[in-house]
């Protein structure tokens, strides 16, 4: 199994949790590519068995609760047509002070469906990753279990 963890950041928090997603599926012998989305391009999505997105929600040249604009711009690109049935899952980091709350959530969730991929998992929404980064770290590990539950074994793969 082959996993794309793409991620942009601004104030490191979504790097911080995308580390530690990435060094979970590692410890169970699931390759993963951690890439700043900057990095990666809409035709190598069909060079992974799962992709997972990461980004922050923020005021973009869109307006409140997008994706970074990293991204956008990602989203903007034409897209290869492979993607039907590919496998994602998205997080996203907020907080609910905001209007639309982990609003880049959203926005990622209608980009996979638009690509025809499927979703593993319900999205994670993280409120305020800084103020209670011990609990949200915990909500990761829990998301990722639940997503290491619906992975073929390494040994299967």
């Given at each position: 199994m082959k996993v794309?963890?793409?991620?942009a950041t601004y104030s490191s928090g979504t790097d911080l949790a995308s580390q530690l997603v990435t060094s979970l599926l590692t410890a169970h012998n699931i390759s993963v590519e951690r890439k700043n989305i900057r990095e990666v391009s809409p035709e190598n999505l069909s060079d992974y068995d799962l992709v997972i997105f990461a980004s922050p929600s923020w005021r973009t040249r869109k307006g409140d609760g997008y994706p970074h604009e990293f991204f956008l711009d990602f989203m903007?690109?034409?897209q290869a047509e492979n993607c039907r049935g590919r496998k994602f899952a998205i997080f996203g980091l907020g907080d609910r002070v905001y209007t639309h709350f982990c609003g880049a959530v959203d926005h990622l969730e209608s980009f996979v469906q638009?690509?025809?991929g499927v979703l593993l998992v319900p999205s994670?929404?993280?409120d305020g990753f800084y103020f209670n980064q011990e609990e949200n770290e915990?909500?990761?590990?829990?998301?990722?279990?639940q997503l290491l539950a619906l992975l073929p074994s390494p040994a299967a793969v």
């Amino acid at each position: 199994m082959k996993v794309l963890l793409a991620y942009a950041t601004y104030s490191s928090g979504t790097d911080l949790a995308s580390q530690l997603v990435t060094s979970l599926l590692t410890a169970h012998n699931i390759s993963v590519e951690r890439k700043n989305i900057r990095e990666v391009s809409p035709e190598n999505l069909s060079d992974y068995d799962l992709v997972i997105f990461a980004s922050p929600s923020w005021r973009t040249r869109k307006g409140d609760g997008y994706p970074h604009e990293f991204f956008l711009d990602f989203m903007e690109k034409p897209q290869a047509e492979n993607c039907r049935g590919r496998k994602f899952a998205i997080f996203g980091l907020g907080d609910r002070v905001y209007t639309h709350f982990c609003g880049a959530v959203d926005h990622l969730e209608s980009f996979v469906q638009e690509l025809g991929g499927v979703l593993l998992v319900p999205s994670l929404r993280i409120d305020g990753f800084y103020f209670n980064q011990e609990e949200n770290e915990q909500k990761l590990r829990e998301w990722t279990s639940q997503l290491l539950a619906l992975l073929p074994s390494p040994a299967a793969v």
